[in-house]
């Protein structure tokens, strides 16, 4: 599971910049003589089944000994140059769909410290970093969209904050529209956060300006780095219906969560 999962997340920077993924290369650190032999073969089996779905040849990789178990892939792909999706391209008026619920970072971590976290919430993480964003990057390219990020380890609004920086617009979400993990809040409300939600929260605070009724720990969930994460895709207002309703053939899970407005002091304004 955490090879098919590295694997996505890897894989996922391609779709977020509308390419079609082609070559990995795995990069492996292991604790040699802590662990049984089989977990390294088990996670690169897991890695090559993930690949194999997106299409990706593993050409290769590099293995180094290490004292904590680490995974990951450096992925190539291939994109026309009239079909790019890039990050500073947001224009006004702007509507903002993402596709993946957030709390990925605190489900894992929550497991990792203390277990208990409910069989829903543990099984819907996982369908959710196991999920690739190929079907999005294919509804992006139908319609054109040429605005687009992956929400990965930055959290969502660290990396709509890189789009509305790059693109010198502001953004305004609202909060209730942000799908999130189920029961995922009640473990932030415990304090089960990675550091990098820390780390990120430290540095949006003085680009994002969030509502008074927002509790100090919604915030940091909003700022909670995933692991292959949904898109964020800035879709014009006279486009939206056409992907909205092609999401909703596809079957894959969005919510407008929020739209694009002209530059103001605040980057990003959460309500």
Partial sequence: M???????NAISDIYAMGGSPFLA????????????????????????E??????????????IRDKEL?????????????????????????????????????????????GRVKAKTFKQ????????????????????????????????????YEIASASNVSIEIDSKKIP???D?????????FAGGAYTNYEYLKKQV?????????????????????GIAMFVSKNKLKQVQMSLKESGLPYDVIGYVSEKTDDDIMVN
Wanted: charged residues 20%; hydrophobic residues 40%; contains cysteine.
């Fill in 125 to 160: 993480t996982l369908e959710i970093m196991l999920s690739l964003n190929r079907c999005a990057r294919d509804i992006m390219i139908k319609h054109e969209i040429r605005c687009a990020t992956d929400i990965t380890g930055f959290g969502l609004l660290g990396h709509l």
């Fill in 25 to 48: 290369l795995n990069i492996i650190g292991f604790p040699s003589g802590t662990l049984p032999d089989h977990i390294f073969s088990d996670i690169l089996k897991g890695a090559a």
């Fill in 2 to 8: 955490f090879g098919r999962i590295a694997a996505a």
């Fill in 70 to 114: 680490k995974f990951g892939q450096a992925v190539i792909g291939f994109v026309n140059n009239d079909q790019i999706i890039d990050n500073s391209k947001a224009s006004r008026g702007d509507r903002i769909i993402l596709t993946k619920p957030i709390g990925t970072g605190v489900v894992t971590t929550a497991k990792k410290l203390d």
């Fill in 184 to 192: 995922v809040m009640s473990l932030a409300d415990e304090g089960f």
């Fill in 50 to 63: 993930k690949s194999i779905e997106a299409g990706v040849v593993i050409g290769g990789g590099h293995s």
């Fill in 180 to 182: 999130l993990i189920y």
């Fill in 209 to 229: 300006a969030f509502s008074k009724q927002l509790s100090e720990n919604t915030k940091l969930l909003f700022c909670d780095p995933q692991t292959s994460g």
